[in-house]
T-cell receptor, first 113, second 113 residues
Framework: DAGVIQSPRHEVTEMGQEVTLRCKPI?????LFWYRQTMMRGLELLIY????????DSGMPEDRFSAKMPNASFSTLKIQPSEPRDSAVYFC???????????FGEGSRLTVL | DAKTTQPTSMDCAEGRAANLPCNHS???????VYWYRQIHSQGPQYIIH???NNETNEMASLIITEDRKSSTLILPHATLRDTAVYYC??????????????FGQGTILTVHP
């Protein structure tokens, strides 16, 4: 069984550039979550979707961040323009139901210079 | 959701049982205890969860005290691959936060040869 697939695994970009992170959830999972992990703040929930609809985006840090889920098998997290403080590992997770059991991807490590 | 307290770090010898404690003294009746772990450079991985009864699966056992104010995750025969950060999370099953995990700092478990 394929797990949650994220791309790219590593991204290095310069301040001001647009960054797009991608996620393919596990087939049949109705919930999709985007998390961010930094040394200072640990793991934080940014946004989650249910059946492709954004339900709670209260964790999105600011307007530079946006997330979409155009269909059940694909989601993007976009940062425009990127800043050095956005450097972090971004995780996508999916779940077949609204529970505490989430399946995480391997993460996308973003470095903004 | 109830707050949890975990030791910052623990050591364990390979082949021995690793017992990771978690204090959740403010837990309420409909809150579950979940455990995750995160191996270096990987996404968090679900281990086990419980409400009030002890639970066991192929990865670990979860012992919850009768008053539910604390719990212990037991890895019966720790291996070097169990070296990771272990997170104890309390989640309200009936609340809107169910599925929105809040990760604390966790316990860094180091398994020694």
């Amino acid at each position: 069984d394929a797990g949650v697939i994220q791309s790219p695994r590593h991204e290095v970009t310069e301040m001001g550039q647009e960054v797009t992170l991608r996620c393919k959830p596990i087939s049949g999972h109705d919930y999709l979550f985007w998390y961010r992990q930094t040394m200072m703040r640990g793991l934080e929930l940014l946004i989650y979707f249910n059946n492709n609809v954004p339900i709670d985006d209260s964790g999105m840090p600011e307007d530079r961040f946006s997330a979409k889920m155009p269909n059940a098998s694909f989601s993007t997290l976009k940062i425009q323009p990127s800043e050095p403080r956005d450097s972090a590992v971004y995780f996508c997770a999916s779940s077949p139901r609204f529970s505490g059991e989430l399946f995480f991807g391997e993460g996308s490590r973003l470095t903004v210079l | 959701d109830a707050k949890t307290t975990q030791p910052t770090s623990m050591d364990c010898a390979e082949g021995r049982a690793a017992n990771l404690p978690c204090n959740h003294s403010t837990i309420s009746g409909n809150e579950y205890v979940y455990w995750y772990r995160q191996i270096h450079s990987q996404g968090p991985q679900y281990i086990i969860h419980g409400l009030k009864n002890n639970e066991t699966n192929e990865m670990a056992s979860l012992i919850i005290t009768e008053d539910r104010k604390s719990s212990t995750l037991i890895l019966p025969h720790a291996t070097l691959r169990d070296t990771a950060v272990y997170y104890c999370i309390v989640i309200n099953a009936g609340g809107t936060s169910y599925g929105k995990l809040t990760f604390g700092q966790g316990t860094i478990l180091t398994v020694h040869p």
